[in-house]
T-cell receptor, first 116, second 110 residues
Framework: DARVTQTPRDKVTEMGQEVTMRCQPILGHNTVFWYRQTMMQGLELLAYFRNRAPLDDSGMPKDRFSAEMPDATLATLKIQPSEPRDSAVYFC??????????????FGPGTRLTVL | SQQGEEDPQALSIQEGENATMNCSYKTSINNLQWYRQNSGRGLVHLILIRSNEREKHSGRLRVTLDTSKKSSSLLITASRAADTASYFCAPSYNTDKLIFGTGTRLQVFP
């Protein structure tokens, strides 16, 4: 049963600390998305990758957020320094696309981040 | 904005009743997808309907698409308490992105 996995599931940290969230996409999927969900803003796309290359990170605050794919089995989202307004649930999703991606996305369980 | 807009924002029904949710969007699409999110969980893909399709079924789900009105509807028949969740539509344009709306919160009472 192929699934997207995310770690940690919950993270509580203090303002100013670095936070790293990890995602393992489904094996064989070449497109990975990072989303953030809050009550106020809903589900926002932060960034996405195709074949490990970043294609769009326009939804991400550049000064403190960074996203990478060190290899095909790992995507990371880092916040440094973290702020209380970063508190949200962060989702990773993966899918299979060639040339453009219009298909189904498979979501992970999310990382609930609380910044105090 | 390219996001889909779901209507109603919230819906409460009794088990066994049908639930209908609507989605409107702004410009021409390649396809439109519906997702479900149970409380505290990630989104789960329900159904994808292409722009040249008018209706699609999956179990108790029926999705329709009217490209002339730029709208779609999701019908859940014979609802169950387990259908309680938020439902999102996501229009897909000529990009890789899905832009999710704010969703319809469905509550099904036993």
């Amino acid at each position: 049963d192929a699934r997207v996995t995310q770690t940690p599931r919950d993270k509580v940290t203090e303002m100013g600390q670095e936070v790293t969230m990890r995602c393992q996409p489904i094996l064989g999927h070449n497109t990975v998305f990072w989303y953030r969900q809050t009550m106020m803003q809903g589900l926002e796309l932060l960034a996405y990758f195709r074949n490990r290359a970043p294609l769009d990170d326009s939804g991400m605050p550049k000064d403190r957020f960074s996203a990478e794919m060190p290899d095909a089995t790992l995507a990371t989202l880092k916040i440094q320094p973290s702020e209380p307004r970063d508190s949200a649930v962060y989702f990773c999703a993966s899918g299979l696309g060639t040339g453009g991606f219009n298909g189904e996305q498979f979501f992970g369980p999310g990382t609930r981040l609380t910044v105090l | 904005s390219q996001q889909g807009e779901e209507d109603p924002q919230a819906l409460s029904i009794q088990e066994g009743e049908n639930a209908t949710m609507n989605c409107s969007y702004k410009t021409s699409i390649n396809n439109l997808q519906w997702y479900r999110q149970n409380s505290g969980r990630g989104l789960v893909h329900l159904i994808l309907i292409r722009s040249n399709e008018r209706e699609k079924h999956s179990g108790r789900l029926r999705v329709t698409l009217d490209t002339s009105k730029k709208s779609s509807s999701l019908l859940i028949t014979a609802s169950r308490a387990a259908d309680t969740a938020s439902y999102f539509c996501a229009p897909s344009y000529n990009t890789d992105k899905l832009i999710f709306g704010t969703g319809t919160r469905l509550q099904v009472f036993p």
